[in-house]
């Protein structure tokens, strides 16, 4: 009925900001010129892992600490 068909278009609208909001998103992180900031970013901003989860990805001596430093300074530029 007309009620789902609103549903729907509701539904296709959100999904069209949420894929134009993760496009944005990606462009930033690619544009950091750093490896280790680009991993940081993608992992905690569009995979939504914990710091400690963040940190362990990351390698190296890199503390949840460290990493949520680093996400801090590349956000704000």
């Known amino acids: 009925g007309l009620e789902s068909d609103d549903k729907i278009k509701d539904m296709r ?3 069209a900001l949420l894929i134009a909001a993760q496009k944005k998103i990606e462009g930033f ?3 950091l010129s ?3 900031t680009r991993r940081i970013v993608r992992l ?3 995979q939504g892992l914990s ?3 963040v940190a362990r990805l990351t390698g190296g ?3 949840p600490e460290a990493a ?3 996400y801090r300074r590349a956000l704000a530029g």
């Open 13 to 15: 609208r959100r999904l």
């Open 29 to 31: 992180v690619n544009s």
């Open 34 to 36: 750093n490896f280790r």
């Open 44 to 46: 905690k901003a569009l």
């Open 51 to 53: 710091w400690s989860e």
């Open 61 to 63: 001596d890199t503390s």
């Open 68 to 70: 949520r430093s680093i």
